[in-house]
């Protein structure tokens, strides 16, 4: 969630902290929530750079929100490659019929709206995965499905 730098003399962190292009490239290339300049005492390691000794640190708490956040990611991401795979152009609708392992399936169901509007596909979920015969696998889950286009 959170990415510690720390310097003795901090006057470089504070110059690159400064610069929000940068923070959000490193925000998003490190997938953190955010940047801090703070001394940390465990988790960390040191590197050696043009500045001297910086030491970073990452917070490796599990947070279930930041979980969540990353299953929503995945499964949009899924549905748009899914419409790829079927050459699909964006604004051109699609049904998609999905059943899903219980912790997806409630992602699914909580960002629904969101999830078919990003996607331009709207969403059957049943109650089965009988006469799905394609699978997307997300770690050790998966998603059931079957695309009919419009």
């Known amino acids: ?4 730098l720390y310097k003795d003399d901090g006057g470089i962190l504070f110059e690159i902290l400064n610069n929000n292009d940068i923070v959000e490239l490193l925000k998003d290339y490190l997938n953190v929530k955010e940047i801090k300049i703070d ?10 750079t043009n500045y001297g000794i910086i030491k970073i640190g990452f917070d490796i708490k599990y947070y279930p929100e930041l979980e969540e956040e990353w299953l929503y990611r995945e499964i949009r991401r899924r549905l748009q490659d899914i419409r790829k795979e079927n050459k699909l152009r964006k604004g051109q609708k699609a049904n998609i019929e999905i059943y899903a392992d219980e912790k ?3 992602i699914i169901k909580k960002y629904k709206d ?16 009988d006469g799905l015969n394609n699978v997307e696998r997300i770690y050790e889950m998966s998603i059931f499905y079957r695309l009919n286009i419009l």
């Open 1 to 4: 969630k959170t990415l510690y």
């Open 39 to 48: 001394d940390v005492e465990k988790d960390f390691v040191t590197a050696q």
């Open 104 to 106: 997806l399936l409630n």
């Open 114 to 129: 969101t999830l078919e509007k990003d996607t331009d596909t709207i969403i059957i979920i049943k109650d089965s995965n």
